[in-house]
């Protein structure tokens, strides 16, 4: 037997450090953890051996093994899944680097509870062990190989591979020595107790070997999702979410479904009721499991769910395709396509229903994942609208959250447009010069303050017939557009009233467009102002003001372009300037305009 000894990779030694010394609450999980890497890697090799038979050899019935060696103090969990050779032992166990679960480190908080959750989540689960283990030793033997080989080491910094003459058949033992301190773990009943509240929804069969040798099996080896909702317990979803998200916290929305008719699939979705801590990372992945005929195929690189319901987990099990499909082949697969689409349509049906039905519950939910959620109106290929209908927005007149349909059901009369504003907070829009006018007419105005609501109003700018519109548009007549008093003849009034303010105050325009130069596009009478002297407005054509600032702070666009400055011909100070330019006296005229000051209008 020849020994090779290796050093953690610095990732590892630190969360071995943080495992042993820090994480004192909850430390069965090393249980789930093994159990859940037992069940991957049978799962693998059912995989594997639908492509190639030859790796079942005679041991065709894949299942996990638990027994305890109070004696020698020590716990074995053992599987006949896919295992690993020499070079998978040390990639695997010896450092993180493959898989960017470095990151990890990055999201520890200190905090004992959350920590723990981190562990599976980032595929650092087998460290969970070195909790409880003086050491740890795994042996292992990949299907379809001749040797056999075991990993050791006792978590401080160091870790032994050597092969080994043990016979030992295809998978992986996982033996741990554990602690003088942790003697609970060897109680039986203790430890059958703590497998069975980890493992009931786990497809394999895992047996107890009692000090008898005789196996007992802790669970029902059926998966969860392909029983009737009816058998299945509140309790049992709750456990099979939190073992499939590594997550404390209890499901918000649970959707199980068996799809029957051109295409036939099983789903069994969750949405979170709290927020994960790596929603907005880029290298997250999506947490829907596809399995095809109880088979697990994958978890990565399929596009079973859209990016906007990332926060989605769960499992989809097919009964159409085919398993020795590739999972390169998956990809274009048309039938996946129609899984994808008819489960979009599902999230989505569930939760308008939630949103008519229960809105204060919706809210929690919308508060965690609303920002994600509209990500979806900046992506080609599906029904905005249907999006739009679950949308909701902080309205200004009623301070509180409204969709789309309510702010339809409240237009003054006449009203035809959607209007909103974008910005920094609730608070800076509610004081813009901008909505002013609007507020003063009692016409709504929706406050966006989502970085992604800049960009999917630029996308899709209609919703059941009606333009969405920023009120910072330069060609908003609020005389012409909305007025609740409307009657017939009215639209000829304003504009009578339009020429006879651009005939009144034709000289001002003239002299601030002179002062301003290039510094504005164009200068005109606003027909939205009330009380504030003036404000910057675009073109129809024109990128939105809010849009343009947050391009020039992420350095994805240069200069402004200059805006149209509207003027309130109402305000004390500009009626003074036409009346000064009226009369000629120029010289009374102090006029200060600067880049800055018409940046902050």
Avoid at 95 to 109: E, M, P, R
Avoid at 124 to 144: C, D, H, L, N, Q
Avoid at 555 to 573: A, Y
Wanted: aromatic share 10%; proline share 3%.
């Amino acid at each position: 037997m020849v020994y090779e000894k290796k050093t953690f990779g610095a990732e590892v030694d630190k969360i071995l450090h943080i495992m042993i010394h820090s994480l004192y609450t909850n430390k069965e999980i090393f249980m789930r953890e093994l159990i859940s890497n037992a069940s991957d890697a049978c799962d693998k090799l059912r995989y594997l051996s639908q492509i190639t038979p030859d790796l079942l050899g005679n041991d065709t019935t894949f299942k996990i093994t638990v027994r305890i060696d109070k004696d020698n103090r020590n716990i074995i969990i053992c599987d006949n899944g896919i295992g690993m050779n020499k070079e998978e032992l040390i990639e695997n166990l010896g450092t993180i680097a493959k898989s960017g679960t470095q990151n990890f480190l990055q999201y520890l908080s200190g905090d004992a509870k959350k920590d723990s959750m981190l562990i599976g989540q980032f595929g650092v689960g087998f460290y969970s062990a070195f909790m409880i283990a003086e050491y740890i030793t795994v042996t292992s033997r990949k299907a379809g190989e001749e040797r056999s080989y075991t990993w050791d080491s006792d978590g401080l910094g160091e870790y032994t591979v050597a092969d080994t003459d043990r016979e030992f058949s295809r998978g992986t033992e996982v033996l741990i020595h554990v602690k003088e301190k942790e003697d609970e773990y060897l109680d039986h009943f203790r430890l059958k107790n703590i497998v069975k509240s980890y493992s009931d929804h786990i497809a394999i069969p895992i047996y107890f070997i009692n000090t008898d040798n005789n196996e007992i099996q802790l669970n029902s080896s059926s998966a969860l999702w392909t029983r009737p909702k009816s058998e299945i317990t509140p309790e049992q979803y709750k456990e099979f979410y939190k073992s499939l998200s590594y997550a404390m916290d209890d499901p918000w929305l649970i959707m199980h479904n068996k799809n029957e008719g051109a295409i036939e699939f099983t789903n069994l979705l969750f949405i979170p009721s709290a927020k994960p801590f790596d929603l907005f990372n880029q290298d997250r992945k999506k947490s829907v499991k596809l399995y095809i005929k109880r088979v697990f195929i994958s978890d990565e690189n399929i596009d079973l769910i859209p990016n906007y319901l990332r926060f989605i987990r769960g499992v989809v099990d097919s009964e159409d395709l085919p398993l020795n499909i590739s999972r390169e082949t998956l990809q274009h697969n048309p039938v996946l396509e129609k899984i994808k689409s008819s489960i979009i349509q599902k999230v989505i049906n569930e939760l308008k229903k939630k949103k008519e039905e229960l809105i204060e519950d919706y809210l929690k939910f919308w508060n965690n994942f609303g920002s994600v959620l509209k990500e979806g109106l900046c992506e080609s290929g599906f029904d905005h609208e249907k999006l739009l209908e679950i949308c909701i927005f902080r309205s200004s007149i009623h301070n509180r959250l409204i969709s789309l349909d309510e702010y339809i059901s409240n237009f003054k009369e006449g009203q035809k447009t959607i209007y909103y504003l974008s910005g920094d907070n609730v608070d800076k829009l509610l004081s813009s010069p901008q909505i002013e006018g609007f507020l003063n007419k009692g016409i709504d105005v929706l406050l966006f303050t989502d970085p992604v609501d800049n960009f999917w109003v630029n996308n899709y700018i209609r919703y059941k017939d009606y333009d969405i519109k920023s009120v910072t548009r330069s060609n908003i007549d609020l005389e012409q557009d909305v007025d609740k008093d409307k009657e017939k003849g009215a639209n000829n009034e304003s504009s009578k009233d339009i020429k006879q303010d651009e005939g009144q105050y034709s000289e001002l325009i003239e002299y601030f467009k002179k002062v301003l130069g290039n510094l504005v596009k164009d200068v005109k009478i606003s027909r939205k102002l009330t009380s504030s002297i003036a404000c910057l407005t675009v073109g129809d054509s024109g990128m939105d003001i809010y849009t343009e600032r947050l391009l020039m702070e992420q350095r994805r666009s240069s200069l402004p372009v200059p805006k149209v400055l509207e003027v309130n011909p109402k305000h004390p100070i500009i009626q003074r300037i036409n009346s000064d330019l009226l009369a000629e006296d120029q010289h009374s005229i102090i006029m200060v305009w600067t880049y800055p000051s018409i940046q902050n209008l």
